[in-house]
């Protein structure tokens, strides 16, 4: 997948991740690995062809059948992620893209880690980590209070991902659209995390983690 090509900043002022101040995706990426693949922020068109050619391996199964309740890819649902959608692409040496994750801003100081898909032959290879890693990095650099993610609670790569990272489960979902989810906050802000942790939780404290890196900067 080639790059875009457009001047730094003018696909990010279309997206609604450009109100966090500072959010200008062009000067973090593309985020390069010593494989010679690299994680690119690209527009949602550009990849819908990714999208459609693995839909049926990404999620096990035809999106148009199932027990859920799968809405229709319209005009809507192609607007919503065109604006309110961080689309980040894994490409391989040779140019092949081989993954995308997809993140959006909740609100004026949440941003949500949304979904994720790596072919099969190409996990295990730390790019998701070191991803979501230079996410956090930027999205707290920029004053965003809190990140979150839900999660099948038989997912446990993520799960364990997401722990690695620090974040803690902060609740539950039940829905028609994706079945049981589990609520997975990572906060940014310390006076956020402390009213937290006195209001819900007992016990020790987490201790403070240093972030895992994995690859060059961009």
């Known amino acids: 997948?080639?790059?875009?090509?457009?001047?730094?900043?003018?696909q990010d002022a279309a997206r609604l991740s450009s109100l966090f101040p500072g959010v200008v995706w062009a000067r973090h990426f593309p985020l390069r690995f010593p494989d010679g693949s690299r994680i690119e922020c690209e527009d949602f068109d550009a990849v819908l062809p990714f999208i459609a050619a693995h839909q049926a391996r990404a999620f096990g199964r035809d999106a148009g059948r199932g027990r859920f309740d799968v809405e229709p890819f319209d005009e809507r649902k192609?607007?919503?992620?065109?604006?309110?959608?961080?689309?980040?692409?894994f490409i391989g040496s040779a140019g092949e893209p081989f993954g995308i994750f997809?993140?959006?801003?909740?609100?004026?100081?949440?941003y949500c880690?949304?979904?994720?898909?790596v072919l099969p032959e190409h996990q295990g290879g730390g790019h998701y980590q070191r991803l979501l890693a230079h996410l956090i990095e930027v999205l707290r650099a920029c004053g965003v209070a809190?990140?979150?993610?839900?999660?099948?609670?038989?997912?446990?790569?993520?799960?364990h991902i997401l722990t690695k990272l620090g974040f803690k489960v902060t609740g539950t979902t039940?829905?028609?659209?994706?079945?049981?989810?589990?609520?997975?906050?990572?906060?940014?802000?310390?006076r956020a995390e402390s009213i937290f942790l006195d209001s819900f939780c007992d016990g020790p404290r987490p201790q403070?983690?240093?972030i895992p890196t994995k690859g060059d900067s961009p």
Do not use: Y
Request: proline content about 4%; overall charge positive; charged content about 25%.
């Open 1 to 10: 997948m080639a790059s875009s090509g457009k001047a730094e900043g003018s």
């Open 146 to 159: 809190r990140v979150e993610a839900d999660v099948s609670p038989s997912n446990q790569v993520s799960t």
């Open 78 to 89: 192609r607007l919503w992620l065109r604006f309110a959608c961080d689309c980040f692409v």
């Open 113 to 117: 880690f949304r979904s994720v898909f």
């Open 102 to 110: 997809i993140g959006n801003p909740v609100d004026w100081s949440t």
């Open 208 to 210: 403070p983690r240093k």
């Open 174 to 190: 039940l829905g028609e659209r994706w079945g049981a989810l589990v609520r997975f906050t990572l906060h940014l802000d310390e």
